[in-house]
């Protein structure tokens, strides 16, 4: 008789929840870790069906409930750290010097964006977490403005224990339903796209109406 993760994936093998099975028959919870890991490095693969497909194998046998929220826990704080590493690697300088060659974007963005992100940076990286996009993109000027390592791995450990222990639980509780909770989180996750979409739009008309070139400050 094929696992129930099997039976899982036969109604999408081509798709996002084929692949995730896949490595989840694999390697087991570090297969969960590795998906989520690579989740917050590509935002486009959805958490929402991750998360809960980890539940509803956990629900069934195959894999260990603690083992799932630990290892999608690891995958999230990986995924985070290498995002992290990137925005140190790239850093404030070369960020302002690109900001001032593109179309519309002023410096005093950026250093706008740095003051906020001095003000609320720890909320920002807790609660970030638990946004769809933003929970990857967050971790980026968190490297480039050098935010205490311990600090980001502390908020960021945080965060996704909440966010991964909430969807997992769903899908151990709902069994072979556990896709419900990709239904519902993926309403969310249109509503959080197209106010972003919106913000973009916002801020192009804004530049458009108020050209001018930025000016750093000392």
């Given at each position: 008789?094929?696992?129930?993760?099997?039976?899982?994936?036969?109604?999408?093998?081509?798709?996002?929840?084929?692949?995730?099975?896949?490595?989840?028959?694999?390697?087991?919870?570090?297969?969960?870790?590795?998906?989520?890991?690579?989740?917050?490095?590509?935002?486009?693969?959805?958490?929402?069906?991750?998360?809960?497909?980890?539940?509803?194998?956990?629900?069934?046998?195959?894999?260990?409930?603690?083992?799932?929220?630990?290892?999608?826990?690891?995958?999230?704080?990986?995924?985070?750290?290498?995002?992290?590493?990137?925005?140190?690697?790239?850093?404030?300088?070369?960020?302002?010097?690109?900001?001032?060659?593109?179309?519309?974007?002023?410096?005093?963005?950026?250093?706008?964006?740095?003051?906020?992100?001095?003000k609320h940076g720890t909320?920002?990286?807790?609660?970030?977490?638990?946004?769809p996009i933003f929970r990857?993109?967050?971790?980026?000027?968190?490297?480039?403005?050098?935010?205490?390592?311990?600090?980001?791995?502390?908020?960021?450990t945080l965060g996704s224990?909440?966010?991964?222990?909430?969807?997992?639980?769903?899908?151990?509780?709902?069994?072979?339903?556990?896709?419900?909770?990709?239904?519902?989180?993926?309403?969310?996750?249109?509503?959080?796209?197209?106010?972003?979409?919106?913000?973009?739009?916002?801020?192009?008309?804004?530049?458009?109406?108020?050209?001018?070139?930025?000016?750093?400050?000392?």
């Amino acid at each position: 008789m094929a696992s129930p993760v099997r039976l899982a994936a036969t109604e999408d093998p081509g798709g996002i929840t084929g692949w995730a099975t896949s490595l989840m028959e694999s390697l087991g919870a570090p297969g969960a870790g590795a998906a989520i890991a690579l989740e917050n490095l590509f935002p486009p693969l959805p958490s929402e069906v991750i998360l809960p497909l980890a539940g509803f194998t956990a629900s069934q046998g195959d894999m260990n409930l603690i083992a799932a929220l630990v290892w999608t826990t690891i995958g999230s704080v990986v995924g985070a750290w290498a995002l992290y590493g990137i925005g140190a690697l790239f850093g404030r300088e070369r960020l302002i010097a690109v900001a001032a060659k593109l179309p519309l974007v002023k410096v005093e963005d950026i250093e706008k964006t740095e003051r906020w992100f001095a003000k609320h940076g720890t909320k920002a990286i807790f609660f970030g977490r638990m946004i769809p996009i933003f929970r990857s993109l967050i971790s980026i000027p968190a490297g480039v403005e050098r935010m205490p390592l311990g600090t980001f791995l502390l908020l960021t450990t945080l965060g996704s224990a909440i966010w991964n222990t909430i969807f997992v639980l769903a899908g151990y509780r709902l069994g072979e339903d556990w896709e419900q909770v990709s239904d519902i989180v993926g309403t969310y996750s249109t509503g959080v796209v197209a106010v972003v979409a919106l913000g973009v739009v916002g801020f192009v008309v804004y530049r458009i109406m108020r050209p001018g070139e930025g000016k750093r400050r000392a």
